[in-house]
């Protein structure tokens, strides 16, 4: 099985439950580790496949695990809720209206407090996210001064 197909197996098998957070990371970190591997076309394939909505929740969902749990993390693993962010954040793809702001404002603070980890992450998913307004808005909140 290809990661294109593999990763469609994945997202369609999404079930979070309330209150699981153990469980929703697992998810999210499997699909980050895959959609990492895609190309740019098979990235964007793969997006079709998807509401934007359903998207979205899923980036709010790993916001959600990335503020919850990223202060009191060990290095390996702030870079793999970076990496995670990252991941969903260009899975979505957004436009960047009212919910891209929220979604990147609840993790600036601390994305901006670990640059090189951060820098080092958002390389491995810039090139999958196809909306040039999304890539330059994350990056002007992010990464300037």
Do not use: H
């Amino acid at each position: 099985m290809d990661n294109y197909s593999n990763l469609l197996d994945i997202v369609n098998a999404f079930r979070f439950q309330k209150g699981d957070y153990d469980g929703a990371e697992k998810q999210l970190l499997l699909f980050t580790e895959n959609y990492s591997t895609l190309s740019a076309n098979k990235a964007e394939l793969l997006r079709n496949q998807f509401d934007a909505k359903d998207r979205l929740g899923w980036l709010r969902l790993a916001s959600t695990l990335f503020t919850k749990d990223f202060s009191k993390a060990d290095p390996l693993r702030k870079e793999k809720l970076c990496r995670m962010f990252f991941a969903l954040y260009s899975f979505e793809n957004l436009e960047f209206g009212f919910d891209g702001v929220m979604d990147i404002d609840a993790v600036s603070d601390q994305i901006k407090a670990v640059p090189e980890i951060a820098t080092k992450c958002w390389a491995q998913f810039k090139a999958l996210t196809s909306n040039d307004v999304a890539k330059e808005n994350l990056e002007t909140r992010l990464f300037s001064s």
